[in-house]
Nanobody, 126 residues
């Protein structure tokens, strides 16, 4: 059973930056890893994903150009660099890993991502 722990959340001003980390209890080499977020009153949104094989990435339109996903397999860690943050980015952010993440109709699906962290809160406010 793979355990994931997110860190790096907190309070940041609009226009600021944060880097989230997702550290696994074991190797992440076989897995694609995604980031999701959920704000009150909103459905959970797939934000970004990075593949296990070729390093290919996915970004939701709402964060494209502002967020960057990366991985360091030697550290069993995936990062989400978040720049130019907006109040609309306020949410609990979750990382998830699995054998077969899927993007369908331009959206990252939760199915195929079997291991989840408990989330880290990001608040963007003056």
């Amino acid at each position: 059973q793979l355990q994931l722990v997110e860190s790096g959340g907190g309070l940041v001003q609009p226009g600021g930056s944060l880097r989230l980390s997702c550290v696994a209890s074991g190797t992440l080499d076989p897995y694609g890893v995604g980031w999701f977020r959920q704000a009150p009153g909103r459905e959970r949104e797939g934000v970004s994903c990075i593949s296990a094989t070729d390093g290919g990435t996915y970004y939701a339109d709402s964060v494209k150009g502002r967020f960057t996903i990366s991985r360091d397999n030697a550290k069993n860690t995936v990062y989400l660099q978040m720049n130019s943050l907006k109040p609309e980015d306020t949410a609990v952010y979750y990382c998830a890993a699995g054998d077969s993440p899927e993007v369908v109709a331009g959206k990252l699906l939760r199915r195929g991502l079997d291991y989840w962290g408990e989330g880290t809160l990001v608040t963007v406010s003056a």
